[in-house]
């Protein structure tokens, strides 16, 4: 048991040091998905935008994005700019999930993207869109 405390005690700091990784609540992603939803809101296509910031151990840093829009075909324009937004920023979050709805049903969502920031997943792609996220 001993052993147990002593790995989880070195453990936990790292894992909250962690790129993604981190546990506590962090500002300055915060302050983005305020600032993502002011982009979107200011986008005559979009009725309606918010955001939910998560973090903790088996979260790590993440943003959700919902918004609605006036019409279907603006969805991907939506998501577009949420995820430039998010890749342009030095904010240390690395997972980002947009759902956009119709005015007319705000349950079932007409398009959605999961942005993960990592050499596996969305950066190549993300990084041929957009160069480089900036880092602090």
């Known amino acids: 048991m001993t052993r147990f405390v002593a790995l989880l005690a070195l453990l936990l700091p790292l894992l909250a040091c962690g790129k993604g990784g981190g546990v506590s609540y962090n500002q300055e992603v915060d302050d983005l998905g305020k600032h993502i939803v002011e982009v979107l809101k200011d986008d005559p296509a979009v009725k309606d935008a918010s ?54 049903d705000s349950t079932t969502p007409i398009a959605t993207d999961d942005i993960e920031d990592a050499n596996t997943f969305d950066r190549p792609e993300m990084e041929k869109k957009y160069g480089p996220r900036p880092t602090h």
């Open 51 to 104: 955001y939910r910031y998560e973090h903790g151990l088996d979260r790590g840093q993440h943003l959700h994005i919902t918004g609605t829009v006036n019409d279907p075909a603006a969805a991907q324009q939506m998501i577009d700019e949420a995820a430039k937004t998010f890749w342009l920023s030095p904010a240390p979050v690395y997972h980002l999930t947009v759902k956009v709805f119709s005015p007319t």
